[in-house]
């Protein structure tokens, strides 16, 4: 107890110091946070939005069809038959990759080259455009992702639950259905996102 | 240094309003699709797992499935109240950090409810399996957890209004 309470007057002695010894600023020269963003090129934003919405999407899909094909694979060891009505779930996988490769693909013909100006920095319209296209890059790329791994999961159940009761496909297919409109939120939501974008007025 | 509630678009600060509108509109949807997505897939295969020995009741246990959509759609709705912000020039800081408190209200809450409509469905729809009298049980259970995501969804939709 003895030492914690030293080390605890040590942290406390080196914060004071710190507080004290801040070197004397000049009036009005303060750096905020609203610098970083002045700082940083739209053209970061808007091409990682980009790359966001289809590398995250591709993973969600590439989630799915690992987690359904080998539930697959190996239920129909058994099963045979299950095997090309399940691959349904594959699809619905794969749309989540669809899904993010035209999200991507509009993204990147809305970014246009625009002039920087020392004394003005970026233009007006450029700031918003590239933090526009950044966030329905992720908004597509997350929820693609998210969608692919839920619809992977029900879509390795149904496998399993079609190779003992073929009557059971159809509905749990539902289920799948009701996890693929989860990805088609994000890439509403992107295109409306992106729609909007200008990048130069 | 601009003033917090001056236009976003001074281009001394980079339009930073912007950015945090934007942060608000994707949480709001992406968390909200986490908490679905949870659901929808533990709910899922719960329903899959009871329907191999009980097939006649499948089609009513996909109910904890459909109120996990729901809770996606609840993030959807402020997403699309929060975009038309993102791009706009004389968007203020209020507005922007509004728009962000929204989104996270939408998200967070969404992403719980979703979360716990997962959990309560698969082992309420195991259970429907075994013993049907369970089933009015578990359908009071998860509208408890749904209206978590309707709190948010409130809260979102104050927040949206205000700034």
């Known amino acids: 107890a003895a030492m914690a309470a030293g080390r605890v007057a040590r942290w406390a002695a080196a914060g004071a110091l710190m507080a004290l010894a801040q070197p004397a600023r000049a009036e009005g020269s303060e750096v905020d946070y609203k610098d970083v963003f002045a700082a940083v090129s739209p053209y970061m934003w808007a091409y990682l939005g980009a790359a966001l919405s289809i590398g995250l999407s591709v993973t969600g899909a590439a989630w799915g069809i690992f987690v359904t094909g080998s539930s697959l694979l190996g239920a129909s060891i058994k099963a045979p038959r299950i095997t090309s009505k399940n691959l349904i779930s594959v699809i619905f996988c794969e749309a989540a990759a669809i899904y993010g490769v035209i999200v991507a693909i509009i993204l990147s013909t809305k970014i246009e080259p625009v002039e920087y100006s020392d004394t003005e920095g970026w233009p007006r319209g450029a700031m918003a455009a590239g933090y526009g296209i950044f966030g329905s890059g992720i908004t597509c790329g997350l929820s693609n992702l998210i969608c692919g791994m839920c619809v992977g999961i029900v879509g390795s159940s149904c496998a399993l639950a079609d190779a003992q009761n073929a009557s059971l496909f159809v509905k749990i297919l539902v289920v799948e259905i009701f996890g693929s409109a989860l990805g088609l939120f994000g890439v509403i939501v992107g295109i409306i996102m992106a729609g909007n974008v200008r990048f130069s007025t | ?163």
């Open chain 2, 1 to 163: 240094m601009a003033d917090p509630e001056s236009s976003g678009m001074n281009n001394a600060d980079g339009g930073a309003a912007n950015f945090f509108a934007a942060m608000g509109c994707a949480s709001a949807l992406v968390f909200a699709n986490m908490g679905a997505a949870y659901g929808t897939a533990k709910s899922g295969v719960g329903v899959a797992s009871m329907g191999v020995i009980r097939p006649e009741l499948v089609m009513r246990s996909i109910i904890p499935v459909v109120m996990a959509g729901v809770i996606g759609i609840y993030g959807l709705i402020i997403a699309v109240v929060i975009v038309a912000d993102v791009t706009n020039p004389d968007l203020t800081y209020a507005k922007g950090f509004a728009d962000l408190g929204a989104g996270l209200a939408v998200g967070l809450s969404g992403l719980a409810a979703g979360m716990a409509i997962g959990i309560v469905g698969d082992a309420g729809v195991r259970a429907t399996a075994q013993q049907p009298k369970l089933f009015v049980g578990m359908i009071l259970i998860l509208i408890f957890a749904e209206a978590l995501g309707l709190y948010g969804l409130i809260v979102g939709l104050i927040l949206t209004s205000q700034g």
